[in-house]
């Protein structure tokens, strides 16, 4: 069965630090795809990547990279430069190929509460 | 683009009485979109996968004569709350998924939430 762990369930930074969220999965199939949502306080989930299991290729988005390495499950989350903007719940989540429905199954979530 | 709204935002009500969240998404269809419910501190749970024109898919132990769902048109989803008591208090949230069905891994969008408070 599919299941994406979060460790770390708060983490606290000072501004300007880089931090680094991890996400670890677990799946037996061999199409999927992995996703990191951002939720504010506000409490909408922001979308903020989407990676398919044939895509290893590590991604840049401004201060925000994400690395997929299949041989340890792992998609993990790094933000640089970390600003208090950046507070907020991140979830990692998968989806699997072989489900029609497209639904995701989410991780616990990483709060991150950046200081100023 | 793929903006999905919520409404209402907030919403208090008695115990007994019913209420009724719709989801729209504003600038894509969506033959798919999914109910979500949120503890404070807690993960998203899903509840239920809403499919245009056919009936709703229920997750296990979600009461489907509590929670009715209705997916009128491309565009629209609504839950409905039946009989809402204080446990049924909740963040509730919904995501809509573009494009028609069978995409594969397609992405979410989701909706700001709807708090509900039971008295």
């Known amino acids: 069965a599919q299941k994406v762990t979060q460790v770390q369930t708060e983490i606290s930074v000072v501004e300007k630090e880089d931090v680094t969220l991890d996400c670890v999965y677990e799946t037996r199939d061999t199409t999927y795809y992995l996703f990191w949502y951002k939720q504010p306080p506000s409490g909408e989930l922001v979308f903020l990547i989407r990676r398919n299991s044939f895509d290893e290729q590590n991604e840049i988005s401004g201060r925000y990279s994400w690395n997929f390495q299949k041989s340890t499950s792992s998609f993990n989350f790094t933000i640089t430069a970390s600003q208090v903007v950046d507070s907020a719940v991140y979830f990692c989540a998968l989806s699997e190929a072989w489900n029609a429905g497209n639904m995701l199954t989410f991780g616990g979530g990483t709060r991150l509460m950046v200081k100023p | 683009g793929a903006v999905v709204s919520q409404h209402p935002s907030w919403v208090i009500c008695k115990s007994g009485t019913s209420v009724k969240i719709e989801c729209r998404s504003l600038?894509?269809?969506?033959?798919?979109m999914f109910w979500y419910r949120q503890f404070p501190k807690q993960s998203l749970m899903l509840m239920a996968t809403?499919?245009?024109?056919?009936?709703?898919?229920?997750e296990q132990g979600v009461e489907k004569d509590k929670f009715l769902i209705n997916h009128a048109s491309l565009t629209l989803s609504t839950l409905t709350v039946t009989s809402a008591h204080p446990e049924d208090s909740s963040f509730y949230i919904c995501s809509a998924e573009p494009g028609l069905a069978g995409g594969v891994g397609e992405t979410q969008y989701f909706g700001p939430g709807t708090r509900l408070l039971v008295l």
């Open positions: 600038d894509f269809q969506a033959t798919t």
């Open positions: 809403s499919n245009e024109g056919s009936k709703a898919t229920y």
